[in-house]
T-cell receptor
Framework: AQSVTQPDIHITVSEGASLELRCNYS??????LFWYVQSPGQGLQLLLK??????LVQGIKGFEAEFKRSQSSFNLRKPSVHWSDAAEYFC???????????FGQGTILTVHP | DAGVIQSPRHEVTEMGQEVTLRCKPI?????LFWYRQTMMRGLELLIY????????DSGMPEDRFSAKMPNASFSTLKIQPSEPRDSAVYFC????????????FGPGTRLLVL
């Protein structure tokens, strides 16, 4: 069965600093990979997704993620964090044959001024 | 843009009572998903529908939970009887496809069972 691990439960960065959120997945083949963001009291919003092709994926709000097959990782990055980026971030993997999403436990991002 | 309305946004009830959560997609879609989010278990898929037909309900925790989708614009998730361990945030999400398609989430219903 597929699984997703987000090793960092909580990350704190200063505004303007760079950010990297880690995501590791377990799946027998190349999966579909997603990053979603959840602001307090809100539903999840898609940041970006990877299907195939270029392993560096650009998303909304200045985020990007890189698929590394050898490391089974799909880490999310942003070069300069804004205070409005404070939220919880979820990595998800979808099976290519079935498509049901499995979500990681989430990483809470706190941004200090 | 796809959108989802969920009601109520907050629900407080007593153990043993019936709870009905509602989801109203406001744009075209073929798939509808119900998720539950808790601190302990994270975000779990409970059930999903394709063209109003339940396809996979393996995530429904027990027989106390049931879901229906009588038409493309409405779905319900019912818990009867409710228990304190059902306290969670319940999300409805929609998509136009299953394999790799973006899921659009509603704002969720925060349920507290006392």
């Amino acid at each position: 069965a597929q699984s997703v691990t987000q090793p960092d439960i909580h990350i704190t960065v200063s505004e303007g600093a760079s950010l990297e959120l880690r995501c590791n997945y377990s799946y027998g083949a190349t999966p579909y990979l997603f990053w979603y963001v959840q602001s307090p009291g809100q539903g999840l919003q898609l940041l970006l997704k990877y299907f195939s092709g270029d392993t560096l994926v650009q998303g909304i709000k200045g985020f990007e993620a890189e698929f590394k097959r050898s490391q089974s990782s799909f880490n999310l990055r942003k070069p300069s964090v804004h205070w409005s980026d404070a939220a919880e971030y979820f990595c998800a993997v979808g099976e290519r044959s079935y498509g049901k999403l499995t979500f990681g436990q989430g990483t809470i991002l706190t941004v200090h001024p | 843009d796809a959108g989802v309305i969920q009601s109520p946004r907050h629900e407080v009830t007593e153990m043993g009572q019936e709870v009905t959560l509602r989801c109203k997609p406001i744009s075209g879609h073929d798939y509808l998903f119900w998720y539950r989010q808790t601190m302990m278990r994270g975000l779990e898929l409970l059930i999903y529908f394709n063209n109003n037909v339940p396809i996979d309900d393996s995530g429904m925790p027990e027989d106390r939970f049931s879901a229906k989708m009588p038409n493309a614009s409405f779905s319900t998730l019912k818990i009867q009887p409710s228990e304190p361990r059902d306290s969670a945030v319940y999300f409805c999400a929609i998509s136009t496809g299953l394999l790799g398609e973006t899921q659009y989430f509603g704002p969720g219903t925060r349920l507290l069972v006392l």
